[in-house]
């Protein structure tokens, strides 16, 4: 069987060369870097690491603290304002936790003060995950959050983790921890009064005393290198 050769017109060089930008713009397409998404619970293997410790820890009261990829987002949202401001406090950015929380599309409960803080802990200074915990631990009102140790608290069910190293700021690595839900509830955030309450005094002044040490740490953390 032979073909006949078809004589080459301007119509048929046109639609040749369309068919190969296309298929050369589909190509280059997919060789591209394609941005990494964020893992569910932290930005990071650090990150994700001390999420699981928290999880997992023995005395959580939570029974199931879920990765939310949202708060993981807003995490990493904290510690690049904690690093541009270069200090560690909860306003960074000039938004309090829970504004920042609302104003990227985190739905935080009516039950939520606008100015305040039910959700975040800040660290910085130490590489290691179980370090940080360790000193989470050491200040009650941290440890209070992290393990749920308050009816309020225990019904945060969502986490979110960033760490992020910054070898040319002061304190270098920078770690934020979100626990928070969306769902409302009854209870009001726990205040001093609820805690003078419902706690011994020689253990509430010990707490007292050891969350004014792990503030002043976290302040003078590598300022002096």
Same mark, same amino acid.
């Given at each position: ?10 119509? &048929?060089?046109?639609? &040749? ?45 939570? +029974? ?5 990829? +949202?708060?993981?987002?807003?995490? @990493? ?11 560690? =406090? ?23 003060? =606008? ?10 200074? +130490? ?11 050491? #200040?009650?009102?941290? @440890? &209070? ?24 700021? #002061? ?44 503030? @002043? +740490?976290? @302040? #003078?953390?590598? =300022?002096?290198?």
């Amino acid at each position: 069987m032979s073909t006949l050769l078809q004589p080459v017109t301007f119509k &048929t060089v046109i639609t &040749t060369l369309m068919i190969l930008t296309t298929v050369l713009h589909s190509t280059i397409g997919q060789t591209e870097e394609q941005p990494q998404p964020i893992q569910s619970c932290g930005n990071s293997p650090e990150a994700m690491a001390l999420a699981n410790l928290i999880r997992n820890h023995p005395r959580q009261q939570r +029974k199931n603290l879920v990765c939310n990829n +949202k708060l993981a987002q807003i995490a @990493r949202i904290k510690a690049k304002l904690i690093i541009d401001g270069q200090n560690i =406090w909860h306003n960074a950015g000039h938004l309090t936790p829970n504004q920042l929380l609302r104003h990227h599309g985190y739905h935080l409960p009516a039950s939520y003060p =606008w100015f305040g803080n039910q959700v975040e802990a800040l660290a910085g200074g +130490k590489h290691q995950a179980d370090d940080v915990l360790t000193d989470f631990l050491d #200040s009650f009102s941290h @440890r &209070t959050l992290l393990l749920g140790e308050d009816p309020f608290f225990v019904a945060q069910q969502q986490l979110g983790v960033a760490y992020v190293h910054h070898p040319d700021s #002061s304190y270098e690595h920078y770690w934020v921890v979100i626990i928070a839900d969306e769902q409302d509830q009854t209870r009001t955030p726990p205040t001093n009064t609820i805690q003078k309450k419902n706690k011994p005094s020689a253990q509430l002044k010990r707490d007292q005393i050891k969350e004014k040490l792990y503030r @002043r +740490k976290v @302040r #003078s953390t590598l =300022w002096h290198r």
